[in-house]
């Protein structure tokens, strides 16, 4: 096992012509991120947008996992369907470099771990779908996008027992929900291990032995430094990272 692992961050993006147009654009991680991994004794590795495709795999090769970060919606295009009014922003440099990342995971078997967007774009990338907002999710009533500060508690969710959560985290846990869409056909090879109370897929995990790939719906890193439990799912991740190199 290694004494250190280095964690590559998929950085979000601003292009500078919408987001902020007095900027020339800037590629970005949240510092939460990084102090999670940071305490998990693992050394954070920011992963830009790249366009070139050789430069991207030269960087990927200096990780041992990736974290999928948040981030705004997923262009629908990526799951087959036309945008819906209720659509957020989408960067869609950001999406197609971000499957790029998951293209070299799954050819080199590094673990993987997305949060929030992360989540949904795993779905997305191994062929399922999403709600383009959770209202279109019928029986939905839990309020997933909430306005209070993102390490305040908000609602339930129910993990899986026999699942790679349910192993440490137990089977109910209170996190925080800063989402508007969620996935809706789940992927093939994939199992739900964490539901809200009203159906809504909260983490799913990779049954294939051969690629370690786990999303979560909510924002661990921002409870990370008060929640020993939400730290966990880092110190386990990375623990992940270190066994399989």
Same mark, same amino acid.
């Given at each position: 096992m290694k004494d250190? @692992?280095? +964690? =590559? %961050?998929s950085a979000g993006l601003n292009t500078g012509k919408n987001d902020a147009p007095r900027e020339r654009g800037k590629a970005y991680v949240m510092n939460d991120y990084i102090e999670s991994v940071v305490r998990a004794g693992a050394v954070p590795v920011m992963l830009p947008v790249l366009s070139d495709n050789g430069l991207a795999e030269k960087l990927f090769d200096m990780v041992d996992g990736l974290? %999928?970060?948040g981030g705004g919606d997923l262009d629908p295009f990526f799951y087959g369907e036309d945008p819906h009014v209720k659509l957020g922003s989408v960067c869609r440099l950001r999406d197609e470099f971000e499957f790029k990342l998951l293209d070299f995971a799954v050819k080199k078997n590094i673990p993987v771990l997305g949060i929030c967007r992360g989540h949904q774009l795993i779905n997305a990338y191994f062929g399922g779908t999403l709600y383009q907002d959770i209202s279109l999710s019928e029986g939905s009533w839990i309020k997933h996008s909430q306005e209070k500060l993102f390490d305040y508690v908000e609602h339930k969710v129910q993990i899986q027992k026999d699942s790679w959560l349910g192993s440490f985290l137990g089977t109910d846990v209170s996190i925080n929900s800063y989402h508007h869409q969620s996935v809706k056909k789940l992927a093939n090879g994939f199992k739900v291990t964490a539901v809200a109370m009203d =159906?809504?897929?909260? @983490?799913?995990e990779k049954e294939d032995e051969h690629l370690f790939c786990v999303g979560v719906q909510w924002h661990p890193e921002r409870m990370s430094q008060d929640k020993p439990s939400m730290q966990q799912i880092f110190n386990e991740? +990375?623990?992940?990272?270190k066994e399989i190199l």
């Open positions: 250190f @692992a280095r +964690i =590559g %961050l974290i %999928l970060t =159906g809504i897929i909260e @983490a799913m991740f +990375i623990k992940v990272c």
